[in-house]
């Protein structure tokens, strides 16, 4: 992202361009100060001094975002790739702090901009990225002995089909869940590559990833059911 604010610390002079006020204008606004101009320029410098270092915080925030979020989803590719659970959900619910933490400092931006008067037009209204979205309809169908057209002499003729079906039913667990990993880490370099900075986009992006947290436990669930892995 470019830079808000002037290259190196700010000085003096970029202090008084920001904020465009005379004496008098700065004594009303300070206040309490009687005739101590020099106390009273002092103190607005210094005001205006912890403005541009959190309006800096701010921009490390969301600058270093779209790469905190790129790495965390490359950690999810290799975490679902090995059914790492618990470290899953931390990473889960460590971009949800990280989008906590970029909304809170595009916030802090704007309101530390419209006081220093350079308040820019919040595109709010903008269309966002479309999100999207994976259910379990979508996987690949598990191959199963007992379908509609399936019929049996007896239990052995049943348990000779399950043997037969057992390659393809796991090569079907190992395509969902393949399927589901794909789509959350690609869920997750997608919103990376805004930065989470669109509030909407970001919301709907990270709620799509639990759900397809969930899928992915679901895959985990009906694969330990059916073939005991």
């Avoid at 001094?49 to 270093?64: K, P, T």
Wanted: glycine fraction near 6%.
């Amino acid at each position: 992202m470019v830079s808000r604010l002037p290259v190196g610390r700010p000085y003096i002079e970029d202090l008084l361009e920001a904020v465009p006020i005379s004496v008098v204008e700065l004594r009303n606004a300070v206040g309490l100060f009687d005739e101590d101009t020099a106390g009273m320029l002092r103190a607005s410098i210094a005001t205006a001094e912890r403005a541009f270092a959190e309006l800096s915080a701010c921009d490390r925030v969301i600058d270093e975002a779209a790469t905190r979020g790129e790495n965390a989803a490359g950690r999810l590719q290799e975490l679902l790739t090995h059914e790492a659970r618990e470290e899953v959900v931390a990473e889960l619910n460590a971009l949800d702090m990280l989008a906590g933490e970029v909304r809170q400092s595009v916030v802090t931006l704007c309101l530390l901009n419209r006081i220093l008067g350079r308040e820019t037009a919040v595109e709010d209204d903008m269309p966002s990225a479309e999100v999207p979205l994976l259910r379990e309809s979508d996987l690949r169908g598990l191959p199963s002995t007992y379908g509609e057209d399936a019929e049996y002499d007896d239990l052995l003729a049943m348990a000779d089909r399950g043997a037969e079906l057992a390659p393809q039913l796991e090569q079907a667990h190992k395509e969902r869940l393949s399927a589901v990993t794909e789509h959350l880490v690609a869920v997750v370099h997608q919103v990376a590559k805004t930065g989470f900075a669109e509030e909407r986009f970001t919301r709907a992006s990270l709620r799509e990833a639990r759900l397809a947290h969930v899928l992915w436990l679901r895959c985990l669930a009906q694969r330990q059911q059916s073939i005991g892995t």
